[in-house]
């Protein structure tokens, strides 16, 4: 059996959790006030996610660049991946704040949004 802790990121409380695992499952979950504390630990130990944010390039735009992010989590393990495909990836101003930039981020099934506009050069 192994133990591990973490800072809950569910709500402002940010509880010290104790995870007891057992051959990678998860046996019991302490030091959460409240239920989201419980749900974030088994998902943070079993099977961890991050919404990834970045920048994409612009090309005829105002701006040189639009900042992104992904309309979900993505495996925490392909967060590498993600971030070279934004590096990777140009699109044509102009840019609207919430259009789909990327349709499905490095096979994850993910959209990756715009967060803001960026206007079409004169």
Not at 21 to 27: D, K, N
Not at 100 to 116: K, M, N
């Amino acid at each position: 059996m192994s133990q591990r802790t973490l800072t809950c990121i569910g709500c402002p409380m940010g509880c010290s959790l104790t995870v007891e695992l057992s051959e990678g499952a998860v046996v019991s979950v302490t030091g959460n006030t409240c239920a989201m504390g419980d749900r974030y630990a088994r998902k943070e130990c079993t099977a961890p996610e991050r919404t990834v944010t970045g920048t994409v390039a612009v090309r005829g735009g105002t701006a040189p660049v639009v900042s992104v992010r992904t309309a979900a989590p993505v495996p925490k393990d392909r967060v590498l991946e993600v971030a070279a495909a934004l590096s990777a990836a140009a699109v044509q101003a102009p840019v609207a704040a919430g259009s789909v930039v990327l349709p499905d981020v490095a096979g994850t099934g993910v959209a990756v949004v715009a967060t803001r506009s960026v206007c079409a050069r004169n």
